[in-house]
Structures are given as C-alpha cells and as structure tokens.
C-alpha cells in the first residue's frame, strides 16, 4: 500500500475549490452555530460493564449546513444521532458526558419533557428503515397531521389541510387521493417521503437523517436525495446526514465528518475530504468506493475489523489495522487537530498530525 | 405496489384492525356461523317483550310442571311459569351480565396489560404477579369471596365475573404490546417528541386491539357460564327474575318430575357458549399468524 498523502501537485484546483468553502464557512461563523455538541461520551451496557460507543465526540453545525457522519457499521454515527435527540434507551446506555449545545441550551441536561418539545418540533429525525417506520394500523394522512396537531396548536381540518400540502411538498403523486391510504399500500420510496413530510411538519431548525436512503433502491434514493436537499434549501434549516455511502455524501454534503470505533477520526470540508484524505481510515474508505472512471481490477479493502466495544484498545483505535503504524500509535491517545496549512481540517492521527509538530507526515 | 398512485377502489373501513377482523372472518365458515347463531339469540333476547307467550313471572299454578305442549312450547314449571318465556327474558339478564362484566374487564385488564407491557421492567413484574394471583382464584371461589363480601345482586355478579376476567385481558394486551413497542414507528413516534399516553393509545392499542377483541369473544361464552354457575349455587340475581342458571337450579330440584325444565336452559347455554365459541375459535385461527407478523 502506498505511504503518504495523495498527490499535492496535479489538485490545485480542488484545494482552491475547497479553500473557497472554507470562507464561506467562516463567513457563517458570525452567527452562532446551531448545534455545538462538545466530548461528547455516550456509554452502553455490555457484559456486566459500561463501555462509550461513543467518545469525546465534538463538532458544530452551522445554519443551512449539511453535516454528513461516515463510518462503518457500529462505528457510533447512530448513537451521535441518538444523543442528540434524547432517545438513548434508558436502562441500557446513557450520555455520560459531555454537552450538546441547540437553541441556547445544553440538551444533555434538559428533563425528558422538555426534551419532548423539541423533538419532532425544532429538531427531528427520520429513519434507515421506510417499511417498518410508519404505523400500519394508521393512515398515512393521519400519521403527518398527527405530528402537526401535536406540537401545534392546530385544529384536525387545520392540520389535515396542511399535511396535505406537505405530502404534495415531499411529491407524493396524487396525495389528495392517498391521504387516507395505509402504509402497506405505499412503496419504500414512497414511504419515506411520508417519513420526510412527517419529520419537517414542524419545519425543524434541525433534521438529523439516519441512513434515510440506504433501504431504498439506487433510483429512488436519488430521487429522495435530491428533494431533501431542495426542502433543505426551502425550509432553511441544517442537516445532520448519517451514511456509510461516500457516494451520497459527495452529493449532498458540505462538511464531513469520519467515525470509527466511536471516535471522529477526521473531519473537514467535503471537497478537502475527498481531495486529500489524511487520516490512514478516511484514505482507505475512499479507495474502497467502486468508480466507474478507473480501470481497476478490484476494490482495496481495509483488512480486520472494528475492535469490541468491550475491548478497545489503547492508544489509536484504528492502530491494529493501520498500515502506517508507529510504535506510538499503540500506546497514546492521539487527539483531534487541525493540519497546519487547513484550520478546518481536523484530524486524530500520530503519524498524518502529530500535533505541534508544523508539518504533515 | 408502484410508485405510481393507485387509487383503491371501493369504500375504505375506518379502522385498519376491522378491515383485519373482516378479512379474517371471511375466511373462515365456521366465525360465521357463530356469529349469526349468536346475533340470533341476541335477537330473540331483544324481542323477548314482543315475541314471548306469556309474561315470564305469570304464574298458573294448575298448569305446573308441564311437558311441552301446544300452549307452553317448552312446559313450564313449578309455579305454571311458561319456560320459553323465561328464556327469552333470562338471556336478556344473562346477555347484559356478561357482556357488562367482560366489557369492564377488557377495559380494565387491557390498560393495566399495556401499561405493564410498555414500562417494564419492576413495574411489570409486579403488576403481571398480582395479575396471577387474581388468575388463581377460579371463577366459582372468586364469586363466593366477592357475594360472601358485598352480598348477592346483578351488580355483584358482574364485579365478579369482571375480576376472574381482568387478569387475562391484561396478559392477552401485555403480549402484543411488548411486540410493538419495539417496533421502528414506536422509535419513530418518540423521535417525533410523543407522550408515552399518546403513544400507547394512539399508536399501540390500535395494534392491538383485534387480538384483544377475539379474546373478548371467547371471555363472553366463559362469563356466561360463570353467570350461569354463580346462579346455580344461589349467588346470581334473585329469584324470581328468571335467569337460565336460576332456572336450571328450579329445575334441578324437580328434575324427577319434569327433565324440560332444566334442559331447556341447559341447551340455552350450550347453544350460546357454543356460538361464541365458534365464532372467537374461528376469527383466532384467522387472525393469528397475520398479526404477529405485522404486515
């Protein structure tokens, strides 16, 4: 495997590209980001034992922004997702530590039913799973009214009418004649349009979107990526877009942040992402997207596997499957920095950025 | 189904779980068959004032213990009191008794069924065991303790019956419920900032409630029974109301002299227990393994 970092010549054009994001984002930063979730540390109960599935997590959104979680399968964008709406089951796991800043106030601190006001009102969250999210005993017209008449004041004719313009917003064809149709009479696509309208009924500064096309097929989750981000545009709010899908995450991101084992090992405007990957695990994830444009004989994979949440190693919890290890690596922590020459870029790595050291490996 | 709109044809039930119920139903003959059998009596009860011979507490005193004959269908008996008459006005009793008592017990049973469901955990368990200790009581003792305690009239009759019933509406609501609310609509609601009331009487009862009414079924037979029992043993509604348990007793003391005046009401029962049965049996058989599933 090839050492270092990708080519710093012939990507000029990129980094202008992804400089150019950066002041916008900076331009935003007048304002007060949105949400601001700080250490955030978020433990499960395994075996008799508490372990984090999710650790010293720390990151901002900004207005309109789309924030996009990458990593695979356990590797905590959930649990993030989870904290951040109160909704880690009790009993089994709990936020225990750090804060999440929405709204003027720390989110981890407020009571289950104060909790509940914001929740589907100011901040909602749609699902992986289209078929089994909607309740099949209830019309689909009822189930978008009912999130409107609940944390609205809003009459049943009053909220009827509006979950009407909402199911034509998400582009349900012929809604006025499904409005009182039952889940099982829809389709997945279709499904989590009704998903969509019910989490923006409240028109939400936030909408956290949990692998919302990963159950769908390759056409209908275009579709469906394409009107989250036009209601994204219309109703002005900023998006958290949890996937394990690179591809999607160029398309509809504007920062990205990787996830392994329960820690942001990188996170960065999506152009800098894509053009110069630095963390060893972001490298390796963009080399195993298929591409259509590259004449290669097969996909890289990233040998090994996540490590146990009972059993996470010292030091990088990446280490074990790194092809850049140093014998550091597995003895330290190694902390979230910006590289030296992109302040916004951030990365938890020894050997790409070790911090005060002025210069990447 | 396609993406594209379809619109369905025909008019729509208002509730998913009947549209269920009906599916189930037409599958199977033998709820049909239940269930006209038992509108039937149901029927007959409601016209008793219009459609019985005689008045049900007329007494003719020459005309006791009698055979059935042209003028007294089924005879009469050891007043001269016409039993056809008696029936139908005692299934009027025998029809309210148990349809208030399972009522109340569906009603009370399946909240603290959900409710126990849905919280779990300490909550749960202690509830489900007072449940069991109220299940091991049989009926008949459960009617002795609560008569022994407030004495003997209808009302008593249906809070006994009711209490022999809670327990069982409470684990047949419990079951399902835990299914449920593990399922993703039941996250989805909560992420949605739901009340957990909201989310138990919107979003669960509904999906549960056709297991919770084929058990209601069944329980009528099993309560009319009861009825009957309670009756029997002299701790039902007083003589001389007629009431099929009660009459069976009159004529279980004359049975020597004359066998129609405990048949009849025997066959009554028999005939109505059956139907209910039949029909609770059926829409079970049905209705099982399409819920469980979800759709």
């Known amino acids: 495997m090839s050492s270092a970092g990708p080519p710093a010549l012939d990507n000029e054009g990129t980094r202008s590209l992804g400089r150019a994001a950066r002041s916008a984002v900076r331009g935003e930063h007048t304002t007060a980001p949105i949400l601001a979730v700080e250490n955030l540390v978020t433990t499960f109960r395994t075996g008799g034992g508490w372990h984090a599935a999710v650790r010293d997590v720390s990151f901002v959104v900004q207005h309109n922004e789309t924030l996009a979680i990458v990593g695979e399968s356990g590797c905590g964008k959930s649990v993030t997702a989870l904290s951040i709406m109160g909704l880690v089951p009790p009993g089994n796991g709990r936020v225990a530590g750090g804060q999440i800043h929405f709204g003027g106030r720390d989110l981890v601190a407020l009571d289950e039913e104060e909790m509940r006001k914001i929740r589907g009102d100011r901040i909602s969250m749609i699902f992986q799973e289209p078929m089994t999210s909607l309740n ?78 990963t159950a769908l097929d390759v056409t209908i989750q275009a579709e469906v990526l394409a009107l989250l981000a036009e209601l994204k545009a219309a109703y002005g ?55 259509v444009d590259r004449d290669t004989a097969g996909l890289s994979v990233i040998a090994g596997q996540v490590p146990a949440i009972g059993a996470m190693p ?45 210069r990447r490996a | ?47 008793a004032p219009l459609i019985s011979p005689y008045d049900p507490l007329d007494q003719d005193i020459l005309a006791r213990l009698q055979g059935p004959s042209a003028a007294h269908w089924f005879g009469t008996d050891s007043y001269g009191r016409d039993i056809l008459s008696r029936l139908l006005w005692g299934a009027r009793l025998s029809l309210v008794i148990s349809t208030v008592s399972i009522l109340a017990a569906v009603v009370i049973g399946g909240i603290i069924g959900i409710l126990a469901g849905y919280i ?8 489900m065991q007072a449940m069991d200790v109220l299940l091991s009581f049989p009926s008949l003792i459960m009617g002795l303790m609560v008569v022994a305690m407030l004495g003997a009239s209808m009302g008593n009759l249906m809070i006994a019956i009711a209490l022999t019933a809670i327990a069982p509406f409470a684990r047949i609501a419990r079951a399902p419920t835990i299914l449920v609310k593990e399922r993703d609509y039941i996250e989805a609601c909560r992420a949605l900032g739901y009340s957990d009331l909201r989310i138990m009487a919107i979003h669960i009862l509904p999906n549960i409630v056709a297991e919770i009414l084929v058990m209601a079924s069944l329980w009528l037979a099993t309560a009319i029974r009861i009825e009957a029992s309670l009756s029997f043993i002299g701790l039902g509604v007083r003589p001389p109301t007629a009431t099929w348990g009660g009459m069976i007793r009159e004529g279980f003391e004359n ?18 227990v059956f139907s209910l049965n039949m029909l609770g049996d059926g ?13």
């Open chain 1, 314 to 358: 010292t030091g990088c919890r990446f280490a074990q499957r790194c092809p850049l290890r140093q014998p550091i690596c597995t003895e330290r922590d190694p902390i979230l920095v910006p590289l030296p020459d992109a302040p916004d870029h951030h990365v938890r790595c020894w050997v790409r950025a070790a911090p005060g050291e002025g």
């Open chain 1, 136 to 213: 099949p005993v209830l019309t689909i017209g009822f189930q978008v009214a009912e999130a409107l008449s609940y944390h609205r004041d809003m009459g049943r004719r009053e909220a009827a009418a509006t979950a009407l313009e909402l199911l034509e917003q998400v582009k349900i064809p012929s809604a006025r004649q499904r409005f009182d149709d039952y889940p099982h009479q829809f389709s997945g696509g279709m499904r989590q349009r009704v998903m969509i309208a019910m989490a923006l009924a409240c028109r939400p500064e936030l909408l956290l979107a949990d692998e919302p096309t």
């Open chain 2, 1 to 47: 189904m396609s993406d594209v709109s379809v619109v369905s044809g025909g008019p729509r039930a208002s509730s998913y779980a009947l549209q269920q119920l009906a599916r189930a139903f037409n599958a199977n003959a033998t709820s049909w068959i239940g269930l006209v059998t038992f509108l039937l009596v149901v029927a007959l009860a409601l016209l």
């Open chain 2, 120 to 127: 779990g955990g300490r909550f749960d368990m202690v509830v």
């Open chain 1, 237 to 291: 709010m900023a998006m958290i877009f949890i996937t394990h899908n690179l591809g999607v995450v160029a398309s509809i991101a504007d920062r990205v942040a990787a996830m392994y084992a329960g820690e942001i090992v990188e996170i960065a405007p999506v152009n800098e992402l894509f053009a110069r990957p630095t963390h060893p695990y972001t490298e390796l994830l963009l080399r195993s997207i298929p591409r």
């Open chain 2, 283 to 295: 829409l079970r058989d049905a209705i099982d393994p399409k819920l469980r599933g979800g759709e």
């Open chain 2, 255 to 272: 049975i020597l002299d004359s066998a129609s005046l405990s048949v009849f009401p025997s066959l009554a029962i028999l005939l109505v």
